[in-house]
């Protein structure tokens, strides 16, 4: 199954998914950052017609990837779900630092994903909305032990739930850590989004760590990245890539604190603009759909444990 903010649905349901966007983000800090900085009805107000632009656009389904002490607000996910008819998914899991509270510095990695787990359990803040799959991030150095410590509570969570790790990675290095990591603790690189891989400009090291058969998320699409992110993926295409690629914007951004959100960017490049030059280049129906449809689906799967 796929799990939405509105519950199960069949992985068949998905449809043409958009795999990393955000619907609200604030950068206040652990400490400061809640629903007491915005206005959960102005919000929805806001990011209604750029999700029903997307809808309009061919969009059925969009991951929320804005993580706990970041705005994720599963209230909010859930009322834009119940009004566009778009599938929504948001996730557990922490961010990195220093978007972390005090508290994760000293928590175990089990305790950690004790508290991912009991999101998946019992639903997050409350509320019955439950997670998807798991948001991490790192630096794109070598990882540090807090963010070593993050990834291995990731990976005790999605043996226990069967959820997808996804990873704020940007960069080939510690892409390759964390998939030794997670093979330590037994997860298998399918399991694995490595997010912002469009960053690593290295494509032989891009192809070396797509060998390892995990997904490869490029998704920083728009109009200054055409050129960067078609040469990377034309050329792990001809590797043989294809059915490990996920394509998206990182889009959207509604802003907390600034007024009315700041500027709003849309969801809807990839499909009215991407897409095309794709079939300029040559790419059939069939590989647009695996890249925007089947991936997705196969990727945010959660396997029953």
């Known amino acids: 199954m796929i799990m939405t903010v509105l519950g199960p649905v069949d992985p068949d349901q998905l449809g043409f998914t958009l795999p990393h966007e955000h619907i609200m983000v604030d ?52 009322e834009l779900a119940r009004r566009t008819g778009v599938h929504i998914v948001t996730n557990t899991g922490q961010y990195k630092e220093p978007y972390l509270p005090e508290e994760t510095f000293a928590l175990s990695a089990d305790a950690l994903a004790d508290q991912w787990i009991a999101e998946w359990t019992d639903g997050i803040e409350s509320t019955d909305v439950r997670p998807g799959f798991i948001k991490t991030a790192v630096n794109p150095v070598p990882l540090a032990e807090t963010q070593q410590k993050i990834i291995t509570a990731a990976a005790l969570t999605s043996i226990a739930t069967g959820m997808t790790i996804g990873t704020h990675t940007c960069r080939g290095v510690p892409a390759l850590q964390i998939l030794k990591l997670l093979d330590h603790h037994g997860v298998a690189p399918g399991k694995w989004i490595f997010i912002h891989a469009h960053q690593e400009s290295d494509i032989g090291l891009l192809k070396l760590v797509a060998r390892s058969g995990c997904w490869i998320e490029l ?41 009315g959100g700041g500027d709003v960017k849309p969801y809807t490049y990839l499909s ?18 695996a890249l925007t449809v089947t991936n997705p689906a196969r990727a945010f799967t959660i396997d029953p444990v």
């Open 27 to 78: 950068f206040a800090g652990a400490a400061t950052a809640g629903p007491h900085r915005y206005d959960r009805d102005e919000v929805v107000r806001t990011m209604e017609p750029h999700l029903r632009s997307a809808a309009d656009a061919g969009v059925r389904s969009f991951v929320d990837c804005s993580p706990m002490y970041l705005a994720r607000d599963p209230v909010v996910l859930r």
């Open 219 to 259: 998704d920083g699409i728009g109009a200054a990245t055409d050129e960067s992110i078609l040469s990377s993926l034309l050329q792990l295409l001809d590797a043989g890539f294809e059915s490990q690629i996920m394509l998206s914007h990182d889009a959207g951004w509604y802003s907390v604190g600034e007024p």
């Open 272 to 289: 009215t603009r991407f897409i095309p030059l794709l079939r300029d280049f040559g790419l059939s129906q069939a590989s647009i759909h």
